[in-house]
Nanobody, 117 residues
Framework: QVQLVESGGGLVQPGGSLRLSCAAS????????YGWYRQAPGKQRELVAS???????TYADSVKGRFTISRDNAQSTTSLQMNSLKREDTAVYYC???????????WGQGTQVTVSS
């Protein structure tokens, strides 16, 4: 199994920055992809960014050029650097991993990001 623990959410003003981190533990060798998703009130959960062990990186169009996903294999952590934050970035952000074993999808507990003046 894999466990995920997130940190780094909070309140930030528009135009500000936040960095989210996700520490993975357990059967980390089974992980293929690290990713971040978000869910705003009344909306479906959506992919924000993902990074595979092969290096392939994907970003939602709405965050391209502002957010950067990174991964530290040695420490089994993934981070999401969020710059130039907008009010519409307000959501609960979830760390996610895709595994080669069941369960193939593992989620963190979620961390609130609020962009407001």
């Amino acid at each position: 199994q894999v466990q995920l623990v997130e940190s780094g959410g909070g309140l930030v003003q528009p135009g500000g920055s936040l960095r989210l981190s996700c520490a993975a533990s357990g059967d980390i060798d089974s992980i293929n992809v690290y990713g971040w998703y978000r869910q705003a009130p009344g909306k479906q959960r959506e992919l924000v960014a993902s990074k595979s062990f092969g290096g392939e990186t994907t970003y939602a169009d709405s965050v391209k050029g502002r957010f950067t996903i990174s991964r530290d294999n040695a420490q089994s952590t993934t981070s999401l650097q969020m710059n130039s934050l907008k009010r519409e970035d307000t959501a609960v952000y979830y760390c996610n991993v895709k595994r080669r074993k069941w369960p193939s999808d593992v989620w963190g507990q979620g961390t609130q990001v609020t962009v407001s003046s």
